[in-house]
């Protein structure tokens, strides 16, 4: 079975530009994370989403940063405008929900590396 | 509020040690869950363990061992005989069965060189 999938790996842009990432869940999983990790924070929890839902957005850095998941099998990040601090590499998971199973480890999407010029 | 703390920022070790990450972690339920994850230069997060808090049987995994107290809070993990391939960084983190179900507060991590 695919794993998650993540879009682009590597992402180069300029300060201003708008990038957008994009992440393909595990099939049947009813729980998406974005996380963003730096050597300075760690991995971060930026938003969660459930059925298609968003949870808990409190993550999110600030309005440049937004979120969407317009079905179960696809959800999107956005950076408009980027900045240079938000060089990162951004991680979606996805899991079981508590209520389905017993088991709700997360399964971790390759990454999408971004830097921001 | 639910926090995990891994002390040890960085674990440097000879190939063949035994070397034990640990794990400590906070939070006021009484049902929640524990997990082990892997981080290799790779850079893609690997699940390694879970644990519930109903269930403190420590867990054996070739070279790999979870010790759960819950009189402690702790949750460490014991790599028997390290390899090179071993050196990673690895991260404890703990969901709850709350209002935040499904979410996973994850520590800072503990990087892990294994020298040969």
């Known amino acids: 079975d695919a794993g998650v999938i993540q879009s682009p790996r590597h992402e180069v842009t300029e300060m201003g530009q708008e990038v957008t990432l994009r992440c393909k869940p595990i099939?049947?999983?009813?729980?998406l994370f974005w996380y963003r990790q730096t050597m300075m924070r760690g991995l971060e929890l930026l938003i969660y989403f459930n059925n298609n839902v968003p949870i808990d957005d409190s993550g999110m850095p600030e309005d440049r940063f937004s979120a969407k998941m317009p079905n179960a099998s696809f959800s999107t990040l956005k950076i408009q405008p980027s900045e240079p601090r938000d060089s990162a590499v951004y991680f979606c998971?996805?899991?079981?929900?508590?209520?389905?199973?017993?088991?709700?480890?997360?399964?971790f999407g390759p990454g999408t590396r971004l830097t921001v010029l | 509020a639910q926090k995990v703390t891994q002390a040890q920022t960085e674990i440097s070790v000879v190939e063949k040690e035994d070397v034990t990450l640990d794990c400590v972690y906070e939070t006021r339920d009484t049902t929640y869950y524990l997990f082990w994850y892997k981080q290799p230069p790779s850079g893609e997060l690997v699940f390694l363990i879970r644990r519930n808090s109903f269930d403190e049987q420590n867990e054996i995994s070739g070279r790999y061992s979870w010790n759960f107290q819950k009189s402690t809070s702790s949750f460490n993990f014991t790599i028997t005989a390290s390899q090179v391939v071993d050196s990673a960084v690895y991260f404890c983190?703990?969901?709850?069965?709350?209002?935040?179900?499904?979410?996973?507060?994850f520590g800072d991590g503990t990087t892990l060189t294994v020298k040969p």
């Open positions: 998971a996805s899991s079981f929900g508590l209520a389905v199973s017993s088991y709700n480890e997360q399964f």
């Open positions: 099939s049947g999983h009813d729980y």
């Open positions: 983190a703990l969901s709850e069965a709350g209002n935040n179900a499904g979410k996973s507060t």
